[in-house]
């Protein structure tokens, strides 16, 4: 099993910033991919950014250029640097892993303001 435990959600203004963490524990030998998708208001889940254990990355079109996603395989944390938010950013952000199966961290809000 595989635990994930995510920080840093918040309010920010419309072209402000914020970095989310997620650590994950457990089970956490061969963990490959890891990354976060993101749940509007009303509509379903959708990739933001994942990234391999070699550091290949995808981001979904929306937030190419905005986000970055990064990973310290030692301490077994992905990050999600955020910049240029938008109001449509706004969302429940979950935490990602896949280690012969999928897991879900509980998810953080981000609530961007215009």
């Known amino acids: 099993q595989v635990q994930l435990v995510e920080s840093g959600g918040g309010l920010v203004q419309a072209g402000g910033s914020l970095r989310l963490s997620c650590a994950a524990s457990?089970?956490?030998?061969?963990?490959?991919?890891m990354g976060w998708y993101r749940q509007g208001p009303g509509k379903q889940r959708e990739l933001v950014a994942v990234i391999t254990t070699g550091g290949i990355t995808n981001y979904a079109d929306s937030v190419k250029g905005r986000f970055t996603i990064s990973r310290d395989n030692v301490k077994n944390t992905v990050y999600l640097q955020m910049n240029s938010l938008k109001p449509e950013d706004t969302a429940v952000y979950y935490c990602?892993?896949?280690?012969?199966?999928?897991?879900w961290g509980k998810g953080t809000l981000v609530t961007v303001s215009s």
């Open positions: 990602y892993v896949n280690r012969f199966m999928d897991y």
């Open positions: 457990g089970s956490i030998f061969s963990i490959n991919v």
